[in-house]
């Protein structure tokens, strides 16, 4: 299941600043992420993050 515009929004509502998924993010989510400065991570595997999507601001 991918991450949608309404995960994303949840978790930034409630404080998260980073999410990690199994799967791929939406395209409206991944935007959504970027204009909130939002972390998010795809595919994350055996010490590794394989795919950074978006960055926060730091």
Do not use: D, Q, W
Request: net charge neutral.
């Amino acid at each position: 299941m991918p991450v949608t515009v309404r995960i994303v929004v949840t978790l930034v509502e409630n404080g998260c600043g980073i999410v990690l998924s199994k799967s791929a993010l939406t395209g409206l989510a991944l935007m959504l992420a970027e204009e909130l400065h939002f972390i998010t991570v795809g595919f994350p595997r055996n010490h590794s993050l394989n795919t950074l999507y978006t960055t926060g601001s730091y």
